[in-house]
């Protein structure tokens, strides 16, 4: 562990895995300091009352330099989670976001000699794209996305290019073929590259942790796509059926904020840790229908399924993560998928515009083309 980091830096530290990781530096003793623009999707220009008392609030945009120089005065780490996210079209702003900001960290540290000791960057399971499966006859492969005519047929599994056969996923692995497919993902891809790359260039130990779908409290309810629990919350509050894209077969990897927070910390403070990627997940495949019945369970109303054949152009239809390589580390997932459905139900009623928000945004999503029924 880096004994002389006691100042760090945390971007988006008002959001939600970041103010969480701000909580916990504070609990463990370091000074916190926030840059966050506070602004649309996730904030609406007020300072979140859960954002830590003891931490230094900067307002500000990591795609400007100015507000970087301001932030890092007296900073000795980073760790960098603001981002731009969700599938929206205007792809440039991935890249000014997501990959501009790590180049202007780093030219502001390599301009000013900065003595910062350590630089950890969100990235996601994104990375990884439709991921890895295995046939029964051709074993390894990494398959395409899923065309529109299949999904006319409703064939939602993906299936052997060179047989047909159905193929099962395999846990993606950080050595992994990275195959992203969206802006988003492309965008967090060549942020951990440049981050590894200027790093070394200026022995600035990087970390990139690949976060799997982190849930909790604190999270916003006004992105564009949040998320099945989001939608299934919401769908349950009203008192509707809940419902779910394709069959609810898609598998997917979720991980309490709580545990994705101590992951950005183990990583921080230890060396081992240093030019590596992480995937941070719980590591078990949960099926999106099996999440919609705990929903329903954990809200005591009984489950009513509604699938109508509705899917998300561009979604995967299984991501499933393999977390041996952080657990080697001495991390591993605390708290159970139960747990954090009922924080998140708990936060969700504190909440009075989320309602409003989930039709807004599927709205805007069958518009764009993105949410489509057959
Ligand atoms: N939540 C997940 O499931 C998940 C999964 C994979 C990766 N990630 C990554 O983790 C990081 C944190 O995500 P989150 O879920 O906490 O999101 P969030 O929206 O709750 O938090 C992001 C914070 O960054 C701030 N921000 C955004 N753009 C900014 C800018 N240009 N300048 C300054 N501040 C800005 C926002 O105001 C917000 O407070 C992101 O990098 C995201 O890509 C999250």
């Not at 731009?84 to 540290?109: C, K, R, W």
């Not at 699938?307 to 605390?334: A, C, D, E, I």
Request: aromatic share 10%; charged share 25%; glycine share 8%.
């Amino acid at each position: 562990m880096k004994e002389s980091i006691k100042n760090i830096l945390v971007t988006g530290g008002a959001g939600f895995i970041g103010s969480h990781t701000v909580d916990l530096l504070i609990e463990k003793g370091y000074r916190v300091v926030v840059l966050d623009s506070l602004k649309p999707p996730t904030h609406n220009g007020r300072v979140p009352t859960w954002l830590n008392k003891k931490a230094k609030l900067i307002r500000g945009d990591v795609r400007r330099k100015k507000d970087w120089e301001k932030a890092l005065a007296g900073v000795d780490a980073v760790v960098h989670l603001a981002a731009y996210m969700d599938y929206h079209l205007d792809f440039a702003t991935y890249v000014e976001t997501n990959i501009g900001s790590i180049a202007l960290l780093f030219e502001h540290i390599a301009e000013k000699k900065l003595p910062i000791q350590k630089i950890v960057i969100a990235s996601s399971q994104a990375v990884y794209g439709e991921g890895k499966y295995r046939c029964k006859t051709h074993g390894i492969m990494y398959v395409p996305p899923r065309e529109e005519a299949q999904f006319k047929k409703h064939q939602w599994e993906q299936h052997c290019p060179t047989c047909g056969r159905e193929v099962l996923p395999v846990a993606e692995r950080e050595d992994d073929v990275l195959l992203p497919l969206a802006p988003y993902g492309l965008s967090k891809l060549s942020s951990e590259q440049f981050a590894m790359a200027m790093g070394r260039a200026f022995s600035i130990p990087a970390v990139a942790l690949r976060f799997s779908i982190v849930l909790g409290a604190r999270q916003s309810f006004r992105h564009f796509y949040s998320g099945a629990l989001r939608s299934f919350a919401v769908n349950v509050r009203n008192r509707e059926p809940i419902e779910m894209n394709e069959d609810g077969g898609q598998l997917r990897d979720f991980v309490y904020v709580k545990d994705a927070a101590r992951a950005i910390v183990k990583t921080l403070r230890d060396p081992r840790a240093d030019f590596e990627a992480f995937n941070v997940g719980s590591g078990r495949a949960t099926r999106i229908f099996d999440l919609a019945k705990m929903v329903a369970k954990q809200s005591r109303v009984a489950f009513k399924p509604l699938l109508q054949q509705r899917y998300r152009v561009g979604g995967t239809r299984h991501s499933v993560m393999n977390v041996s390589k952080l657990k080697g580390f001495g991390w591993k997932p605390r708290h159970t998928l139960t747990e954090a459905v009922d924080d998140y139900l708990a936060w969700l009623s504190n909440f009075k515009g989320f309602n409003k928000n989930l039709r807004k945004t599927e709205a805007h999503m069958k518009k764009s083309g993105i949410l489509k029924k057959y």
